[in-house]
């Protein structure tokens, strides 16, 4: 592995075990898991929170009517189409 890295992460080396920052912070590998870890559960938690948000919404018209149910008998509605035969 590189002593130095460079981009976005100059000025931060590799010491060992840890990751060094500019001002010499040591992170060890456990300390970023944890890190990657918590940052990936708070963008989860805001990603259910807006689904939760968007979906209210949704249960809201679940409940409204969908379709018009009209019942009508048939034999009036044959003779209204068709007349009376015979």
Known sequence: MCEYLTAPFAGWRI???YLVSPQG????PERLRGL????QMEL????????????TG?????????V???IVELDDW??????RVG
Do not use: C, I, P
């Not at 949704?58 to 969908?66: D, E, G, H, L, P």
């Open 15 to 17: 010491a060992g075990n």
């Open 25 to 28: 912070e040591r992170m060890t």
């Open 36 to 39: 990657l870890w918590r940052d």
């Open 44 to 55: 989860r938690l805001a990603g259910y929170a807006s689904r939760r948000k968007a979906e």
């Open 58 to 66: 949704t249960r809201a018209r679940q409940y409204q009517a969908k």
């Open 68 to 70: 018009k149910v009209v």
């Open 78 to 83: 044959r003779e209204r189409h068709f007349g």
